[in-house]
């Protein structure tokens, strides 16, 4: 999806301001001061004060390559005018910054206004990119829209990815390797050390992230479990407790992939010296590393279960309440699995052949998902739909089964709306296709009055939940029981004066019981992303 960076246009114009230093705002922080810029929003009645590039830990370079972040301890003025560096990252996306190895940067959406009481709510996000691509310098991710039209501060960040970021470097202690997840918990810090600063109430913080950005939500939730440093949880299209199911075979994970970059770069060891390759790794330039990782689509730097950035039995905690009681928020798309199909499969056994793992329900889903005139009009959709069932709908209930027995507020939604100005024709509701709409950043020039009305309903909601986690969430009713439960659909033509219609889950978890047997053996598993 190529999303147009002027994404701030006709109903939803946002305008920057023409500020000089001596106008532009300020924040005062433990490292210095913050210099930003001042943006106003549609008819100039809103104004969004926005700090882009604001470092949170020192450059990750020479010995601190793959190494846990170290807090940035620079002072004086910081100019947080521009964009931050993406991460150096395997594959490519919509970036609008160069990549660089200097890239541990957050970025700050304050309303100009006097914040209410101890300050306002914060959100903070994280991005997605299967943990090896994206950036927080996206322009789908702009969060002037979210912050001026729900009064509350947005925090968006970067954190290591790939390589750099889950090296699976065996000279590495294991609890050291996840550098990436320690970014995010730095990151988190900093929120908690400097957001008053900007307006925000560091007691009041909302996580919030799609993807592998959702993946890690549920890993902060799931590990940071004394005192978290947030008090509520937003996951969008992404729980890692049974995400190794649908592992590609063909792929090269962990220590494999580590060990095929080591030799790629001329690192590898004639007394197969593991601190030697790493030693030598930390010296190889990082324009040599950015450029074998573009060419390198089939390894997987996976995260290692530590058990203190990522769990190895991340059920089993779930189930005996050790995971941080907040409330939660999480969902789906309609079509998520659309996206990650091959088209060129055209049969079942094929599909299953990709996802070893499918095979003891084969029959099951030869069952399930027709390719017939009463089934599903291609393969390549009932592939889809197997995905989306197997990695996103069903392990989304069964978490929230489990997590209602613990007493912890739990919300769930279902977007299912294509609008023409984000569609991809014959992906239906993809993976990723509600985030133009949270962030307010589609094409608003040739946006439908439904798409507009839609996003309103989606930022009030993930807003109202950040701003009341444990009373009214996001204003449809929470999960209370284990099995039955009602899903807010957003986007459902049958939608009531708040915007979405409430379902039952029968109607979306119908072909559920077909992996629980799968998820039993998958608990224990190794997630990739």
């Known amino acids: 999806m190529k999303l147009n960076v002027a994404v701030f246009a006709s109903l939803y114009a946002v305008t920057a301001s023409a500020v000089s230093s001596v106008d532009s705002p300020t924040a005062t922080i433990s490292a210095g001061r913050v210099i930003g810029t001042s943006t106003s929003v549609g008819n100039g009645s809103t104004t969004v004060n926005q700090f882009f590039g604001i470092p949170y830990a020192e450059p990750p370079i020479g010995d601190l390559r793959f190494a846990p972040a170290v807090t940035y301890g620079g002072q004086g003025d910081i100019q947080a005018t521009a964009w931050p560096n993406a991460c150096i990252q395997q594959g490519s996306a919509d970036l609008l910054t160069d990549q660089s190895e200097d890239c541990l940067y957050l970025n700050v959406f304050a309303p100009s206004g006097r914040a209410p009481g101890c300050g306002r709510a914060v959100m903070v996000w994280i991005h997605g990119g299967a943990l090896k691509t994206g950036s927080s310098a996206i322009a789908e991710y702009n969060a002037t829209l979210l912050a001026a039209n729900q009064d509350v501060v947005v925090v968006t960040i970067n954190y290591r990815l790939s390589l750099l970021g889950f090296s699976n470097s065996p000279a590495l202690a294991v609890?050291?390797?996840?550098?990436?997840?320690?970014?995010q918990r730095m990151a988190l810090q900093w929120v908690q050390d400097n957001i008053a600063s900007f307006g925000g109430d560091r007691n009041k913080v909302t996580i919030f992230g799609q993807s592998s950005g959702g993946t890690s939500v549920s890993r902060l939730v799931g590990t940071m479990v004394e005192n978290p440093p947030f008090r509520a949880a937003i996951v969008e299209s992404g729980w890692y407790d049974y995400a190794s199911i649908m592992d590609i075979a063909s792929d090269v994970p962990g220590l494999a992939a580590w060990n095929s970059i080591v030799a790629q770069l001329n690192c590898s060891s004639s007394t197969n010296s593991t601190v030697a390759e790493l030693?030598?790794?930390r010296t190889v330039d990082s324009s040599s590393i950015q450029s074998a990782l573009s060419n390198a689509s089939s390894l997987t730097f996976t995260p290692v279960n530590d058990d203190v950035t990522q769990l190895t039995f991340p059920e089993k905690a779930r189930r005996d309440g050790r995971i941080a009681r907040v409330p939660i928020l999480t969902g789906q798309t309609a079509n998520e699995g659309t996206l990650f199909?091959?088209?060129?499969?055209?049969?079942?056994?094929?599909?299953?052949?990709?996802?070893p793992t499918l095979d003891p329900v084969e029959s099951d889903?030869?069952?399930?998902?027709?390719?017939?005139?009463?089934?599903?009009?291609?393969?390549?959709?009932?592939?889809?739909?197997?995905d989306t069932d197997a990695e996103w709908t069903c392990s989304i209930?069964?978490?929230?089964?489990?997590?209602?027995?613990?007493?912890?507020?739990?919300?769930?939604?279902?977007?299912?709306?294509?609008?023409?100005n984000t569609e991809i024709e014959g992906y239906g509701?993809?993976?990723?296709?509600?985030?133009p709409l949270v962030?307010?950043?589609?094409?608003?020039?040739?946006?439908?009055l439904e798409e507009v009305e839609l996003s309103t309903v989606i930022q009030g909601a993930w807003a109202s939940f950040a701003k009341d986690p444990w009373g009214t969430g996001p204003g449809w009713p929470r999960i209370d029981t284990p099995m039955d439960h009602l899903v807010a659909a957003l986007g459902s033509p049958n939608k009531n004066e708040t915007g979405w219609t409430m379902v039952a889950n029968g109607t979306i978890d119908s072909k559920c019981w077909i992996y629980q047997s799968i998820y039993d053996s998958a608990a224990g598993g190794t997630p990739w992303w």
Do not use: K
């Not at 609890?175 to 970014?183: P, Q």
């Open 397 to 420: 209930s069964r978490i929230a089964g489990l997590t209602s027995q613990l007493g912890i507020p739990f919300w769930r939604y279902y977007f299912n709306a294509t609008f023409p």
């Open 175 to 183: 609890e050291d390797r996840n550098a990436g997840f320690y970014d």
């Open 279 to 281: 030693a030598c790794m």
């Open 439 to 448: 962030f307010g950043t589609f094409e608003a020039s040739s946006a439908t």
């Open 365 to 386: 889903l030869a069952s399930a998902y027709p390719t017939s005139d009463s089934g599903y009009a291609s393969q390549f959709d009932a592939d889809g739909a197997i």
């Open 341 to 355: 199909q091959d088209p060129t499969i055209t049969s079942l056994d094929e599909f299953v052949a990709d996802y």
């Open 429 to 435: 509701v993809y993976h990723s296709a509600e985030l």
